[in-house]
C-alpha cells in the first residue's frame, strides 16, 4: 500500500528556514509529479511547489524566491526548502504524488497525513 510519509515541520521565527522532507513508499512502479501544497486555518487548500520527474519546477507566486523544491528519485523522496519564512507561510503543509502502481497504470494523486508549519513574528 503506497504511504506518503512527511517530516521537518515545526516552529521557526519569522526570517527562519525548515525543510520539509516526504518520502513515499509502498508498491509503486514510479511517481510521476511530485509537490507540496499548503492549507492556512480557514481557507483552501494551495499549490506550493511541484516539481517533474525531470527536475521542472513550478512555485505559487507567494514563494518565489523563498522556497526551493526538490527530489531524489532514487529514494521516492520530495524535499521543500522553505527560507525567509513569513508569519503568513503558516499552514499546515501536505505532500502530494501522482503515483503509478503498475507500468500500464493510470497515475493517481496520493496525499501525506501533513505537518503543521507555524512562523512566529
Known amino acids: 500500500q503506497v504511504q506518503l510519509v512527511e517530516s521537518g515541520g515545526g516552529l521557526v521565527q519569522a526570517g527562519g528556514s525548515l525543510r520539509l522532507s516526504c518520502a513515499a513508499s509502498?508498491?509503486?512502479?514510479?511517481?510521476?509529479?511530485m509537490g507540496w501544497y499548503r492549507q492556512a486555518p480557514g481557507k483552501q487548500r494551495e499549490l506550493a511547489a511541484t516539481?517533474?520527474?525531470?527536475?521542472?519546477?513550478n512555485y505559487a507566486d507567494s514563494v518565489k524566491g523563498r522556497f526551493i523544491i526538490s527530489r531524489d528519485n532514487a529514494k521516492n523522496t520530495v524535499y521543500l526548502q522553505m527560507n525567509s519564512l513569513k508569519p503568513e507561510d503558516t499552514a499546515v503543509y501536505y505532500c502530494?504524488?501522482?503515483?503509478?502502481?503498475?507500468?500500464?497504470?493510470?497515475?493517481?494523486?496520493?496525499w501525506g497525513q501533513g505537518t503543521q508549519v507555524t512562523v512566529s513574528s
Open positions: 509502498g508498491g509503486i512502479s514510479s511517481i510521476d509529479r
Open positions: 516539481i517533474t520527474t525531470d527536475g521542472r519546477t
Open positions: 502530494n504524488a501522482n503515483i503509478r502502481i503498475y507500468i500500464w497504470s493510470s497515475p493517481y494523486d496520493y
